[in-house]
């Protein structure tokens, strides 16, 4: 090994991008359970594990408590850091909350186990970010945040490596490269790591995906040129649109400057766990063998994982699959008109589904999503291009659009919410639930009140939201 050591550390994200990538966020609790205590020994920088698409995956399919995952979490995982990631203002959700909202949320996600908190914004404004960064600072959790990453006129190597001052001057303890679609090169990597490393004094971590065929080649090229962390999943759900292998890159780095010090042993037990788990969702279904492979287009749909594993059970639900890659040719199209937006939740899905409406409608914007229009209406905040003028005169007639602060127009939220689900509240942090999946959380909540009174699931009704109690 070399005598001058700079070792690079990973953030494991198996138990929670990895899964989203792959499996639209299928993975449940009780398939974690069983590895945790082997994964805590490894020495990971930290375990991304919540947050994303999970907190809604659980509510929504898995008829699970994000919350009470956490804990569980937290629990199994003592001498690892948890990492989580957030939208800012949107939190976990699809659109802006109040700040109390906001500051109650971030209260609560480090208070039951959440060390470290990846925070972003869709649109990279940083006025999106503020109020999520002060709370975690007054909560004494440890603050990333990530550069939303994309391609496109005026995204040049000047303009993230000074939103990446401006971040380090907001407040940030690390700052996170988030190469949602894996179309960061290995070149403009090394450039933009070397730029940003010259600009800032704190950790600058690396996420990418490889469905463009390049994430392992670009890692590499950022750790020359002094990333110093990069996010990895263990193998079974890693690659495709997934992140580079975790025993890979820990086998690539080993025996030179950059070494993990990781043990490789460990990691293949880690990965013997969790291959079954791959084999049942890949029998199930829950994952489609578009995802795992490498498709260069990539680089032109900017489209990340989330996004695609969504895109293809969207239409497998309309059955249009062979609608898949008009879809595609679509994306890029309605994310010009919506002012060249990073391609990461929420924008992502918006896109994603306006294009979707696009091409199954037959005729463009014929059918626009409320979430379509509220990012035409500056709901969302500030785009790096203008909105396309025409689309969004049809969005919202002659009214004005929003040039402050979104949340700046949001009234408290917090105690209302409270009074609305008050008799099913079991746990502060059911009104948080409510608050970012209102539907959603109040069907697992009576399901959840259904169980605890003995009654059938299978007598609820789901139509009428009722239970025979």
Known sequence: ????????????????????????????????????????????????????????????????????????????????????????????????YADDVVEYFVQKSIGNGIDILRIFDAFNDLRNLQTAVKAA???????????????????????????????????ADSICIKDMAGILTPQAAYELVTSIKASVNIPLQLHSHCGGGIADITYMKAIEAGCDIIDTAISPFSMGTSQPPTEVMAKALEGTEFDTGLDCNLLAEIADYFRPIRDRFLKEGQIDAKVMGVDVKTLLYQVPGGMLSNLVMQLKEQNAMDKFYDVLNEVPKVREDLGQPPLVTPSSQIVGTQAVLN???????????????????????????????????????????????????????????????????????????????????????????????????????????????
């Open 359 to 469: 091409i199954l409608s037959g005729q463009r914007y014929k059918l626009m999503s409320k979430e379509t229009k509220d990012i035409l209406h500056g709901n969302y905040g500030k785009t790096i291009k203008p909105f396309n003028k025409e689309i969004q005169k049809l969005a919202i007639g002659d009214e004005a659009p929003i040039t402050i602060r979104p949340a700046d127009l949001l009234s408290p939220e917090l105690d209302k919410l409270r009074e609305e689900m008050k008799i099913y509240r079991l746990q502060d942090e059911d009104v948080l639930s409510y608050a970012l999946f209102p539907q959603v959380a109040m069907e697992f909540f009576k399901k959840r009140d259904a169980k605890a009174n003995g009654v059938d699931i299978e007598l609820y009704d789901i139509k009428n939201k009722a239970y025979p109690i």
């Open 137 to 171: 600072k007054k909560e004494g959790g440890e603050v990333q945040l990530a550069l939303a990453y994309t391609t496109g006129e005026g995204y040049t190597t000047d303009y993230w490596t000074d939103l990446a001052r401006e971040m380090e001057e907001l407040g």
């Open 1 to 96: 090994m070399a005598n001058n050591v700079k070792k690079v550390k990973i953030t494991e994200t198996v138990l929670r991008d990895a899964h989203q990538s792959l499996a639209a966020t299928r993975m449940r609790i009780e398939d974690m359970i069983p590895i945790l205590e082997k994964m805590d020994k490894v020495g990971y920088h930290s375990i991304e594990c919540w947050g994303g698409a999970t907190f809604d995956a659980c509510l929504r399919f898995l008829d699970e408590d994000p919350w009470e995952r956490l804990r569980i979490l937290r629990k199994g995982l003592p001498g690892s850091k948890l990492q989580m990631l957030l939208r800012g203002q949107n939190l976990l959700g699809y659109r802006h």
